[in-house]
């Protein structure tokens, strides 16, 4: 069976500093797909980025980066200089290959306090 | 960008009605899905749905819930007979293929069970 693992629940922190959102994912299958998604205060799932288990390349995307490592099963999200905008529930989620569903962490909510 | 589109947004129904959530998919797409979140809580895989038929269901998509494409377009949730614990944000998701692990989320129905 699949798990994913946000063990922070909550993390606060002030405008411009860098934070980082933990992820650690289990699964037996080799080939598989790791997710983040953005829960805003509106409710609905931003998707922001998809990496497969075979590119553990780590991503720059503005702002945004993303830390892959089989080696610990972890798929970190670093926020640098966060802005009040980055306030949302974050997401981590698991696919492996050939399997239908999504397998999400519980979440960490994420407040940039100004 | 092409979206998956959700009606209504929010609904409120009384305990032990039936109800309806829509979706309608990316057009080109294969796969369709609907995602179940409780309030602060994680998203929960509900079903997937295939070429017409359920390809993958949830121990919580009991006799109570049922999925349906009724033309070329929508899909369909029904929740048969609603309780207070069918409270929640229902996701409806599709992706391309089988090869594409690109999900696309909806915005969300927030139900609301009185």
């Known amino acids: 069976a699949q798990k994913v693992t946000q063990a922070q629940t909550e993390i606060s922190v002030v405008e411009k500093e860098d934070v980082t959102l933990d992820c650690v994912y289990e699964?037996?299958?080799?080939?598989?797909?790791l997710f983040w998604y953005k829960q805003p205060p509106s409710g609905e799932l931003v998707f922001l980025i998809r990496?497969?288990?075979?590119?553990?390349q780590n991503e720059i995307s503005g702002r945004y980066s993303w830390n892959f490592q089989k080696s610990t099963s972890s798929f970190n999200f670093t926020i640098t200089a966060s802005q009040v905008v980055d306030s949302a529930v974050y997401f981590c989620?698991?696919?492996?290959?050939?399997?239908?569903?999504?397998?999400f962490g519980q979440g960490t909510r994420l407040t940039i306090n100004p | 960008e092409p979206e998956v589109t959700q009606t209504p947004s929010h609904q409120v129904t009384q305990m032990g009605q039936e109800v309806i959530l829509r979706c309608v998919p990316i057009?080109?797409?294969?796969?369709f899905y609907w995602y179940r979140q409780i309030l602060g809580q994680k998203v929960e895989f509900l079903v997937s749905?295939?070429?017409?038929?359920?390809?993958?269901k949830s121990e919580i998509f009991d006799d109570q819930f049922s999925v349906e494409r009724p033309d070329g377009s929508n899909f369909t949730l029904k929740i048969r007979s609603t309780k207070l614990e069918d409270s929640a944000m229902y996701f409806c998701?599709?992706?391309?293929?089988?090869?594409?692990?690109?999900?696309?989320f909806g915005s969300g129905t927030r139900l609301t069970v009185v």
């Open positions: 998701a599709s992706r391309k293929d089988r090869n594409n692990y690109g999900y696309t």
């Open positions: 989620a698991l696919c492996i290959q050939g399997a239908q569903k999504l397998v």
């Open positions: 990496r497969n288990s075979f590119d553990e």
């Open positions: 699964t037996r299958d080799t080939t598989y797909y």
């Open positions: 057009s080109n797409h294969l796969y």
């Open positions: 749905f295939y070429n017409n038929e359920i390809s993958e």
